[in-house]
Every structure is written in structure tokens, then in C-alpha cells.
């Protein structure tokens, strides 16, 4: 009662907040944690500062953001996540579950 408008929202896109329950328990920390986006957003800020915010063109922003991008996912490349051997196969099938190609049927009129 003291907070209606919170509650309404909470209760509307309670799914997206609380999709990390369908994943495997032992991601869950994983899942709940900013840590990974911390770092990358520390890491994209200091690649800006050097450049003193000047950037030619809207693209060189970008080119920025995916450079960033590739040299952190490398890092993260080496580093083993605890329980991901586990429930690697699980989340192979939830993600082939989740982007299998729908097949789709045209209908044409003579």
C-alpha cells in the first residue's frame, strides 16, 4: 500500500528481473554479479580519458567500444568459471531452444 506504483512495475516485469532462476544454480553468483560490466565500463573510461575525449566521428566511438570489447573477451578467454563444466551442456540446449531458426511457412495466393 505505500509503494503501489513500485510494486505494479515489479509485479509487471518481475520475469526479466528474475530470469536468472531458470539458469543452473551454481551460475547464479555469476549471473546476480556487475563485476564483468564494472571492469569493461572502467576499461572504456580509460580508454577515453587517454584520448581526452576528442573523437572525429561518431564511428570512432564505436570502434572504441568493440576494440575494448575484443581485448576483454580475451582476457576472459583464459579464465575457467567454476561449475560452467558442469552445465555447459545445459546451457547449449537452453540457447539452441532459444535461437533455433523458426521455420516459416509462406502462404501465396493464385
Not at 536468472?20 to 564483468?36: A, C, D, E, H, M
Not at 576528442?54 to 581485448?71: I, N, T
Request: aromatic share 14%; net charge positive.
Amino acid at each position: 500500500s505505500r509503494y503501489p506504483g513500485v510494486v505494479g512495475l515489479w509485479v509487471q516485469d518481475s520475469g526479466a528481473f528474475l530470469r536468472f532462476y531458470g539458469y543452473p544454480k551454481v551460475l547464479w553468483p555469476y549471473l546476480r554479479s556487475t563485476n564483468l560490466m564494472e571492469r569493461f565500463i572502467r576499461e572504456v573510461r580509460r580508454g577515453t580519458k587517454v584520448r581526452d575525449h576528442k573523437f572525429p566521428k561518431a564511428e570512432a566511438v564505436y570502434k572504441l567500444l568493440y576494440l575494448e570489447s575484443e581485448r576483454q573477451e580475451g582476457r576472459w578467454a583464459e579464465r575457467k568459471l567454476k561449475g560452467f563444466s558442469e552445465v555447459k551442456e545445459v546451457l547449449e540446449k537452453m540457447l539452441q531452444e532459444r535461437y533455433a531458426p523458426r521455420t516459416q511457412t509462406l502462404t501465396h495466393n493464385s
